[in-house]
């Protein structure tokens, strides 16, 4: 029998915590291999409780805190370590294990520009609607069509100006949580694997959830006019995608909601209901378009599912929730959300900068006048040209610099080619970014041990704490009966 959405939820709730709980799990399993007398006892006794083990995990914290915050002071030192190598000039050289990887990144550069698409055509526009009429227009028009400075403008707001790819839109839903393995199966595992599990958990609640108002919904499109869209609005994936999106923009607070559910009273026999901000055929466009991409959508999910195959019982839910229909439709309508609200907050920055740096005359724009004064407070391009010059300088600089000084000491062309590559900055970025997150994740693996190396020595198949580590130790227990005493108080 396959589990049900509710299985599988607490299943995914339980795993959320499953970090903690496994560190928890091996550290009551050491305690029991601590000898039981002495300071070493204390400790055996303590690991085994809550203020215990609380303590230990701070202890742990501070362990590894000097290699966790050197790799976040110098993240771009921590990606050169972890790709190259140096040799006795210098040079770097591109470690031969991390080949695979890197090349990998190197095939999404052309995708870049792309990326960039909807930009471009916002920075079209802005160049097509500028005059000649003045120095400033003109400055204003040669930069804003210059490729350098549109890099540069783009860079400052890659997260939103950016337009996602397939696959990066599924990242962005928690997908970024499962990590190829050597031998090409994907696992659920790294320092993403919370994402994907919260958002399994959250989709298979949403889906509990949404039933009570399924009968209210129904009500309202028995009332809807045309015949083809109540057709249309009765069908499964139109009550999922429309219940659902009331129930998640209710759930994040949502500043343009589509409707409002209102829960229902048993004792005051009131049903559920939910009710919309327009009429519900005119949302028979958003259900279509969201029809229109289940299949693509159900296709890549079913690679994931095969790649996932041979896993352990999380992956196992995973494959459970990517092949739920019902499932698939949330994820849908969270997918198209995130598309518009992308498209939405690249349009606030642009049109904030329209209304910032411009003035419109019907179609015509100009630069803003009295923005850009001398010190005798009249118009001067020079005081433009240096604002524009300095977008410019700060992709250049606290950017691109880092960047570029990894690319001065590579001899691989293709290396090279790929760090000094402007446009997929922000790939250069995220690249650095996660490297930087699964090395922290690592670290934090191995916690543990470290703790074991600092404070115990193995004795036969027992352990003992360190002659020379007893003081600390003792402060260890001391901060542990603090904790107690603290939990105490608060019951």
Known sequence: MKPSGIVLALALACGSAAAQDSLDERIKELAGKIVKDGVSGR??????????LQAIHEKIDFLLSTRLARIDRDSTGTLEDYLFTADGNGDLHLRPERKAEFDALRRRLPDAMKAMAGFNRRADEIVRRLGDA???????????????????????????????????????????????????????????????????????ELMEALKPY????????????????????????ATLFLLGRVLRQAAEGSDTPIGTATEGDEDKKVEPSVAFNLDLAEFASAIKECEAALPALRERLEGFAKDLSGG???????????????????????????????????????????????????????????????DDGKESPAQLLEALNAIRAEFEGSIREDF???????????????????????????????VVDRLSDAIRRQGLDVFVRAYLVKEGDAYRVRADRTVRVEGLLRRAEQIRKEQEQQK
């Not at 595992?189 to 599990?197: C, H």
């Not at 809807?224 to 994936?237: E, I, K, Q």
């Not at 439709?329 to 209304?355: F, G, H, P």
């Open 43 to 52: 400790l055996a006794d303590a690991a085994v409780t809550d203020p215990g």
């Open 404 to 434: 570029d000084r990894i690319a001065e000491r590579c001899t691989d062309a293709e290396v090279i080619s790929v760090f000094e590559n402007r446009p997929g900055t922000h790939l250069l970025m995220e690249f650095r970014d996660r």
């Open 214 to 237: 399924e009968k209210s919904y129904l009500k309202l499109v028995a009332a809807v006019t045309d015949p083809a869209a109540r057709t249309l609005l009765s069908g499964d994936t």
């Open 312 to 374: 352990g019982p999380e992956e196992a839910s995973v494959v459970e929730y990517l092949r739920n229909d019902r499932a698939r439709v949330l994820l849908a309508e969270r997918l198209l959300a995130a598309r518009d609200e992308q498209q939405r907050k690249a349009d606030e920055i642009l049109n904030s900068t329209l209304q910032e740096d411009f003035t419109a005359d019907g179609e015509r724009l100009s630069v803003k006048k009295g923005k850009y004064l001398d």
């Open 134 to 204: 003045s120095e400033m227009d003109r400055q204003a028009k040669t930069a804003w069509n210059d490729s350098g400075f549109r890099a540069a403008f783009f860079h400052r707001h890659p997260a939103e100006l950016r337009q996602l790819d397939e696959a990066e839109q599924l990242d962005a839903q928690g997908f970024r949580g499962l990590e190829r393995q050597a031998d090409g199966k994907l696992r659920a595992t790294g320092p993403y694997a919370q994402e994907l599990r919260d958002r399994i958990g959250s989709t298979f």
